[in-house]
Each structure stands twice: as structure tokens, then as C-alpha cells.
């Protein structure tokens, strides 16, 4: 499909009417993000401050993030960094997805092939307790369920998730991709932004054979 023309379809009113439904109270939603173009922790980043920004939006809270193998989609694609958000909202779950494509656009995605490599993904995996099965809303999200680099990112950051009544410990201890998810490093040069005292650390020489530590750290 063109990149160029292709029109969301949360830009259009909401196809039903619990979909464009604002809640009496803000309910608690959660997202996926996956990036695996360009600078995916920096596009992580920015998705993460702008989602914290937004009005009707509060108690954001994102996950540790994920190295993850792609599932599907061309062969030959970079390892994505996932991450999963939580929060409260009281905009309806139709809004939620534009608020996704929106982020999604600012940061340059092209559609063009099924599951391809991508600058920034923003899945709605859960609206609250809302069942949808239209299929521009489909709550939760139809394939969260099995995806290892989904679950797992949300397990880190909520030990007793719950996706569709289902403990999301199980969900992921069956996921298939669940082996080739890892936790992320958080990167040193972003740990150390901004602090002139410290000064980075070389690799030490390897110790001559027989010489006997002189500092007590271990070989
Ligand atoms: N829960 C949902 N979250 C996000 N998009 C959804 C959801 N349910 C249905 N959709 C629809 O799916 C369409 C395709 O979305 P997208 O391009 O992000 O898919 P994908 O990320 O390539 O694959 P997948 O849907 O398997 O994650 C969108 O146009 C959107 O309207
Ligand atoms: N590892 C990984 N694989 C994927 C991902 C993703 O975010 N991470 N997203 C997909 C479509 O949404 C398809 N495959």
C-alpha cells in the first residue's frame, strides 16, 4: 500500500458508538511501542514525553524496554525496542487510536508492508474492560495476547497484569517469541547525561600472568 495517500481511519468518526464513548470516569489504558528504524530509543523517548503531555491523560507510567527479535514481516529486519505505557484517560478508546496514529505519524511511519520495519508502532492493547471486534478497533488488541514483546516489557512493569482475564505471567511464559525478548541496558551516555565528573571507564589490560592483585578486586 502507498505510504504517500493512505488515510487512518481514527481521522474519521468513531464507527460505533461505545468506540467514540468518553468514560464518566478515566480508565486505565495500556500501549504497546515498537520501533526498530532509525533511532528507536530516542523515538521511544519522545513518544513516552509526549504521551505524559496530553491532556485527558495522567498517571503515565512506561515499562522497562525490550531488545526484541521482529516477528513476521520481511526477513532481514533489525531487532525492535519495545516498550509497553500505562495509563488513565477519559478520552474515548476511538481518541486513544487517533492520539496513537498521531505519534505514529510525527515520527515519520510509512505503511507499506504487513509487519515491515517501522520508525514507531502504537498499539491499543487494552481500554479498560472494553470488548471491541471491529476491526479498526479491536479491543484488546488481537494479537497481544501472543506476543512475547508485548507481555513481557508490561510484566516488568506490572507483576499482576491482567489482559483479558488472563494473568499476564501465563500469557508470556507461553508466548513463542518470549525467548528472544531480552531487557534492554539502559544506555550509559544517557545515564551519565549531563554529570562532567565522571569519567568514562576504559577496559582494564589484561594482568600480566602471576602478578598478584595489588588493588583486591577480583581477576
Ligand atoms: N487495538 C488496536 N490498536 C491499534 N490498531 C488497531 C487495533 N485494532 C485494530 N487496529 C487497526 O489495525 C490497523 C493496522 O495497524 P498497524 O499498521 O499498526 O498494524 P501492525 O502494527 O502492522 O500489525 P499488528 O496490528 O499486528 O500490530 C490500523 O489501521 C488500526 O485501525
Ligand atoms: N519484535 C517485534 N516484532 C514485531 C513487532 C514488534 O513491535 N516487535 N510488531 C509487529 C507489528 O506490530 C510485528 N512484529
New binding site residues.
Partial sequence: MSGVDWR???EDPAPTPALGARPAEPVAAVLALGANLREPAETLDAAVAALSALPHVTDVQASPRAVTAPVGGPPGQPDYLNQVVTLRTDLAPWEL?AV?HRL?QEHHRR?EV??GARTL?????AYGDLVSDH?????????AAERGFVLLPWLWLDPDAVLAGRPVAELAALAADSPGVRRAEPERHRLLAGRDDVVPVRPRAPRAPGRDAIDGSAP
Avoid: G, N, Q, Y
Fill in positions: 487512518h481511519p481514527a487510536l496513537a505514529e505503511r504487513r509487519w508502532d502504537v498499539d491499543v492493547i476491526p479498526d478497533l479491536t479491543l484488546p488488541h488481537p494479537r
